[in-house]
């Protein structure tokens, strides 16, 4: 009976890729980044990066004041891995930015992106 336990714990570890890890195992999550997203596509450095669940993923999106909407008109988003979200909105006097993070599962900022 132990013989067949261990050749089960063995099977069992070389299917996981090594060792049996002791202790708690920090979560990755894998973030989409991109400079430029708009209207459901990347136009500029499109990839991924890897980030803690503690940290997380950040969809930016960029609002620029427009003359000839005399309101604010949405540009663009940008997507990274952050360690810190920030301010949720960043008001300058030109354009705005509106911060959304996530850590959920991966590529969870992709919705995130108001584009």
Known sequence: MN??????????CLLRGGEPKLGKKVKEVVCATCQ??????CLER?????TKVKKGCRSQSVYEYSQEVKGWAYTYAK???VDTCGE???FMAWYRL???CCSEKNRCNIKNALA
Not at 3 to 12: A, E, Q, Y
Not at 36 to 41: A, I, L, M, Q
Not at 46 to 50: D, I, K, P, S, Y
Request: hydrophobic letters at 45%; glycine letters at 10%.
């Open 3 to 12: 013989k067949m336990f261990l050749l089960g714990l063995s099977l069992f």
């Open 36 to 41: 430029k997203y708009r209207k459901g596509f």
């Open 46 to 50: 499109e990839g991924t990066c890897v």
């Open 79 to 81: 997507m990274e891995c």
């Open 88 to 90: 949720r909105v960043i």
């Open 98 to 100: 509106v911060n959304i």
